[in-house]
């Protein structure tokens, strides 16, 4: 299948949870594993995007100019810039560290 | 400003002085913002213009398209990156019942608050007491991301398009920017950044073994266990509806009606955030 079917498909599910949740009686709100997991997961997979974003060239690992723009990013995050800020300090970073001959 | 006020002006001042539509509109333009950036990684890490859109349009959920691109950035399948988006659009299924259950909408309206049920919608409108005002911070800040979101989501796609080599730019460094800036609002604690320790860790111990994309749905698969068998602290710091962002608004709403504007940073970290994404 192309990218476009898992795209869509992509799409449907993430609707199909959003609309889960009008659907649900509200009795599974008060489950407190469901909400635990679905907070577990959340920050588990933006930490581990994150690190793969950061070290990962396909199967290897790699120290390169991307893990100066992570701590550029911590250090505008430390000091409250918003998100935007954030992004674009992180792309300065890789794009100076290049400049500079750090790949 | 008529000599006559009609009914129709007193209303419309009515409805900008209400805290929630300020704070929903003010979240809206941080957050579309932004989408900048996701259009702009989007068609850089292999998208083309319509995918790109269609992720905006339809996912709509800022994290879950970054995590989308971010796989597929990373040269993994199509499924892994479906499965990373739809393990990260879980929490919008809660925020579901959370809003069902304050807003109580009816008929198609339930169809099209699905739709808008994301991070910043939500802790908009939990951030309320007053029912009336929940119901227009959902539908502000809804809405207004959405169409900003996918105003500035075009404008990055046509921008990134153009920019030639991502990398002389620093694009890859800006996606893993964006993940951080997901990620951090939502370490406050000290068991979310352990948690967050363990599925970096877990991550990097599987890149090797796995083919690309893999690894992140390894990460899930073990922040899934950790929530499955911790049995401490339910209620805090970890569930999306005390996302630092909503606890923000409630503390300082009682004391100052300029919310929105004084806390730029929280409102557009959150996301995804979504937030999703962001997305919203």
Redesign the interface.
């Known amino acids: 299948m192309n990218l476009w079917t898992w795209l869509l498909l992509s799409c449907l599910l993430a609707y199909a949870w959003k609309l889960l949740g009008y659907l649900v009686p509200a009795s599974l709100l008060r489950n407190p594993r469901m909400s635990r997991i679905a907070g577990t997961m959340t920050i588990g997979l933006l930490a581990s995007l994150t690190v793969v974003n950061a070290v990962a060239t396909g199967q290897s690992l790699a120290l390169d100019a991307r893990l100066g723009a992570l701590a550029a990013a911590a250090l505008a995050l430390w000091f409250r810039a918003p998100f935007l800020v954030v992004v674009i300090v992180g792309a300065a970073a890789a794009a100076g560290l290049r400049l500079l001959g750090w790949d | 400003m008529g000599l006559d006020p009609g009914k129709a002006e007193p209303a419309a001042v009515k409805i900008l002085q209400s805290p929630a539509v300020r704070i929903g509109l003010s979240i809206s333009v941080?957050?579309g913002?932004?989408g900048?950036?996701f259009g702009a990684l989007s068609v850089t890490s292999g998208?083309d213009f319509w995918?790109t859109m269609?992720?905006s349009l339809?996912?709509?959920?800022g994290?879950?398209q970054?995590?989308?691109i971010?796989v597929?950035?990373?040269?993994g399948?199509?499924?892994a990156?479906?499965g990373?988006?739809?393990?990260?659009?879980?929490?919008?299924?809660?925020?579901?019942?959370?809003?069902?259950?304050l807003l109580q909408?009816r008929g198609w309206r339930?169809?099209a608050?699905?739709?808008l049920?994301i991070d910043e919608s939500t802790a908009t409108s939990t951030g309320q007491t007053d029912p009336q005002e929940q119901k227009r911070g959902f539908w502000t800040a809804g809405i207004g991301v959405f169409v900003l979101w996918n105003l500035f989501t075009a404008l990055g796609a046509l921008a990134g398009g153009a920019l030639g080599d991502p990398?002389?730019?620093?694009?890859?460094?800006?996606?893993?920017?964006?993940?951080?800036?997901?990620?951090?609002p939502?370490?406050k604690g000290r068991e979310?950044v352990a948690?967050?320790?363990?599925?970096?860790l877990?991550?990097?111990l599987a890149?090797?073994?796995?083919?690309?994309g893999v690894?992140?749905l390894?990460?899930?698969v073990?922040?899934?266990g950790?929530?499955?068998f911790?049995h401490a602290r339910?209620?805090e710091?970890?569930?999306?509806?005390v996302d630092p962002y909503a606890e923000h608004h409630e503390q300082r709403h009682g004391h100052t009606d300029h919310t929105g504007h004084a806390d730029?940073?929280g409102h557009?970290?959150d996301?995804p955030a979504d937030r999703d994404g962001g997305t919203a």
């Not at chain 2, 339809?58 to 959920?61: Q, T």
């Not at chain 2, 890149?207 to 690309?212: D, G, K, L, Y």
């Open positions: 941080a957050t913002l932004y900048v950036s998208l995918q269609a992720l339809l996912l709509f959920s994290g879950s970054f995590a989308f971010g597929v950035a990373g040269g399948s199509g499924v990156a479906m990373a988006a739809t393990l990260l659009g879980m929490r919008n299924g809660i925020y579901g019942m959370q809003i069902n259950a909408p339930r169809f608050a699905a739709q049920t990398k002389q730019w620093g694009l890859d460094g800006a996606a893993v920017a964006a993940f951080l800036g997901l990620l951090w939502r370490l979310p948690i967050a320790v363990v599925c970096a877990a991550t990097v890149v090797p073994f796995v083919p690309p690894p992140i390894v990460a899930a073990v922040a899934a950790i929530g499955w911790s339910s209620d710091g970890l569930e999306p509806d730029p940073s557009t970290g996301l």
